[in-house]
T-cell receptor, first 117, second 111 residues
């Protein structure tokens, strides 16, 4: 079974540009999560999508947005890039059993390393 | 104060040693996760637990819900165990499904 895949592996952009990162979840998983791991800051939750809807969002500005497609793959868009957006962006997927069903193990992709010059 | 605290931040061990990494949290949780991150960034989920103890090979994870504390143990450590180990908690009830991460423990196992 294929794991979570992300593309591209590396992305280099300049300040003010837009970046688009892509994620394909494990087959059968409906939830996709995006995390940012900036140098020295640890992992931070960005966004959670399930069944095509944004379910939760971390403490990030509106420049960070995304969507989930009918096949459950997801895109993360970062507009008006700033130098501090340079980070490893990790995508994870899981099943979600609803608010009464509790959480499930999240499986992580290899990440996209975004460098903003 | 961070909602998830790990200790130690750095740990160096000799091959074969028994290793313990601790995690304390201050929020209500539905589950606690232990993750392993190797150089290059790839993250592997080691355990998800909400009570008691789980074992997988040489790895053991325990959680004490009353004390809001979890430990990850590695028995007979090996250089290939060298990685960053991250504790993360899922919010209470799974409504937001947000993971809150500790800052990680960098483990180096020397041969």
């Amino acid at each position: 079974e294929a794991g979570v895949t992300q593309s591209p592996t590396h992305l280099i952009k300049t300040r003010g540009q837009q970046a688009t990162l892509r994620c394909s979840p494990i087959s059968g998983h409906t939830s996709v999560y995006w995390y940012q791991q900036a140098l020295g800051l640890g992992l931070q939750f960005l966004l959670w999508y399930d069944e095509g809807e944004e379910r939760n969002r971390g403490n990030f500005p509106p420049r960070f947005s995304g969507r989930q497609f009918p096949n459950y793959s997801s895109e993360l868009n970062v507009n008006a890039l700033e130098l501090e957006d340079s980070a490893l962006y990790l995508c994870a997927s899981s099943l979600w059993r609803g608010t009464s069903g509790g959480t499930d193990t999240q499986y992580f992709g290899p990440g996209t390393r975004l460098t903003v010059l | 104060k961070n909602e998830v605290e790990q200790s130690p931040q750095n740990l160096t061990a000799q091959e074969g040693e028994f290793i313990t990494i601790n995690c304390s949290y201050s929020v209500g949780i539905s589950a606690l996760h232990w993750l392993q991150q190797h150089p290059g960034g790839g993250i592997v989920s080691l355990f998800m637990l909400s009570s008691g103890k789980k074992k997988h090979g040489r790895l053991i994870a325990t959680i004490n819900i009353q004390e809001k504390h979890s430990s990850l143990h590695i028995t007979a450590s090996h250089p290939r165990d060298s990685a960053v180990y991250i504790c993360a908690v899922s919010d209470d009830g799974g409504a937001t499904n947000k993971l809150i991460f500790g800052t990680g423990t960098l483990l180096a196992v020397q041969p």
